[in-house]
């Protein structure tokens, strides 16, 4: 079964007062740097973003929210990922500028048929990270259930699934950028 990513770049970005996947932290917008990593490790990508946000990234293989899934957040785009293509899916949100290939490839490793999802817990605070995980392809219609039934939380998904909690967890990588103060305080790290 094929491996696929799908780098999430669709959401509103409220706290940040701009789009997190056109953040320069590497040179290159951060939807840009993400997408040029997995595709040196030779996997096929797409930028999930919302259908008014495909103009932001017109040069790239989109998958745009369904129509069905959209507005509930990063579900929105893992469903509408796995309503187009039936594989495997390692989520990557646009929101982590130190995210690396070890970090991508250690995720890859797991034996996948034998959990739902595989993921990291954040070392400070033990809560799944949702947003750097692999879904495997039969998570697809446990997802859909589990959406369905009224619930649009990744972490409450993979709280209630049989899921594979990697022990290497690096709270640097995992560190997510949501706000100017948090973005402010990575570039003044990597300028050290």
């Not at 669709?10 to 951060?30: A, C, D, F, I």
């Not at 129509?67 to 929105?76: R, V």
């Not at 990922?81 to 989520?91: E, K, N, P, R």
């Amino acid at each position: 079964m094929q491996t696929r990513v799908l780098i999430l770049a669709g959401g509103e970005s409220r706290r940040m007062g701009q789009p997190k996947g056109l953040l320069n932290y590497h040179g290159l917008t951060q939807v840009q740097y993400l997408y040029n990593m997995v595709r040196s490790l030779q996997l096929e990508a797409f930028i999930s973003c919302r259908e008014e946000q495909k103009s932001l990234f017109a040069d790239l293989p989109l998958i745009t929210d369904h129509a069905d899934f959209a507005e509930h957040g990063p579900i929105s785009g893992l469903l509408s990922a796995f309503h187009s293509f039936d594989c495997h899916w390692l989520l990557l949100g646009c929101d982590y500028p130190s995210l690396d290939k070890t970090t991508i490839t250690s995720l890859l490793m797991i034996e996948k048929e034998a959990f739902d999802v595989i993921c990291y817990k954040h070392p400070d605070s033990s809560i799944p990270e949702p947003l750097i995980a692999f879904y495997t392809h039969s998570t697809g219609k446990k997802l859909l259930d589990f959406f369905n039934q009224g619930s649009d939380s990744l972490t409450g998904f993979i709280k209630q699934s049989n899921a594979f909690f990697m022990a290497d967890a690096n709270a640097v990588v995992l560190k997510s950028a949501d706000t100017p103060e948090d973005r402010d305080a990575i570039l003044s790290t990597k300028h050290e």
